[in-house]
Structures are given as C-alpha cells and as structure tokens.
C-alpha cells in the first residue's frame, strides 16, 4: 500500500488518455471543427487537467497522486510529469477494470477521469478524497449525457461489473451505480457521493457549456484560461 507521509489515506487519480499522432482523437468534434483543431483541444485539455493534478497533489499534501492511464503500450516517452499505467488490451470496460482494481492495490482509493472534462478542479478531486475517508465506498462525477466525468472507489468492483456496464449511454452512469449497488458488501455498508454535473466534450455544440462550467471554477489556473480563449476562438469561427 501506497503511504504519503502526509495522509494515511491515499487518493491514485488515474487519468485516461490517448496519445496524439498514436490514436484517434475527438473525432466528433473534428467533424465541425476539423482534424487539427480537435487535436489541439485534446492537447491543451490534458494540459489543464495536468495543471489540476499538480494543484490537487499539492494541496492534499501528497495524499492525492496523479496517473496517466495510456492507451498506447509504447508511447510512454510522450508523457511526462506523472507516473505511466497502461490501460491494457479489450474494450473498455476491461480498461477501466484494469485500471481500477490494479491501483486499488497501491492506493486506499482510485479515481477515474478522462481527458473530455478539462473543467474539473483541485477541489472536485480533494472533495472526492474526503468522500471517501468519511466512509463513503464510491462517488461518481456525473456527465450531462448521462455517463461519469468521475468515478472513484474505495472497494473492488467484480469486472462483470465493468463489463456489463453499457457506455456512451443516456442511462450509462445509472446502470453503473445499478449493478456496483447489486454486490453484497457494498449494499450492507457502502453508499455513493455525487459531485455536481460537467459535460464532457464530445461535440462543437458542447463548448459553450464548457467555458461557462469553467469560468464557474473559483480557482482557474493558467492552463484552463488557455483553452477558455482557444474554445472561444473556435466558436468565434463558426
């Protein structure tokens, strides 16, 4: 088990990601804004969520650790800064099976995000953390298209679980919390947070939720203000 010297309760935040010129990226939002600028917004929503991590980390006093969760097997020389754990082979339940249950090994608790919610802030993940130490088992980031920007837990999660949950769904977070509620020990002793509601970036016509989800935040770093004046200028383009 994982120990900050600071907290004897540990937080892995598993980032997943895709590495560009390596895998497809946003490729919805490429069908309006084109190839390139897809791209950059993946770029610069990772550097945002990057910015978050550090500030996360810092601010738990190392009782939150960062990890990039990588698609690609080879492709750990283009990410730096946080530690690499490669989602593995299947689809992507096996991933976020994999991911979960492996670093549920390292740390007391293992949270799950993606690159689709560049809004999210230092405080959503140490308000997670401390979810979690209060005795809470799981808690869930809910997504305005009905899947998660966030999902953490403090208790395995059998991977028919992971498996049986359809994703890219409306409903797709509820048959999640549907069938985690199903196993035995969690309906006895567990119960569920939920942080307040994101959109995930999946089209143009998601941007203007964005900024305004970001420009919510009290605490803005440099890096989210980037992608504010980028988003903007895709949407003044149009």
Known sequence: MVHSPHSSFTLG??????????????????????????????????KAIAQ???????ESQGAIKAIWAVAEDDAD????????????????GDKLHHVYGSLLKQFNSVALIGADAPQISASDLILTKNHLHSGHDFVAGPAS????YLFAGQKPIARHIWLNTPYSQADTLEK???EVSKVSKVR?????????????????EDLPALLREIKSNRNTGREQLDLIKFCSDLIAKK
């Open 188 to 204: 006895k002793t567990g119960s569920v947070a939920t942080l307040h509601r994101y959109t995930d970036v999946d089209t143009y």
């Open 52 to 58: 978050t991590l550090r500030i996360a980390e810092e």
């Open 176 to 178: 999640l919390l549907t």
């Open 145 to 148: 298209d009905g899947g998660f």
């Open 77 to 92: 020389h283009q990410w730096g800064e946080f530690p690499i754990f490669h989602q593995g082979p299947g689809n992507l």
């Open 13 to 46: 935040v598993a980032v997943f990601v895709k590495t560009p010129g390596r895998s497809p990226l946003k490729t919805r939002l490429a069908k309006t804004v084109g190839i390139d600028a897809a791209h950059e917004f993946y770029v610069r929503a990772c």
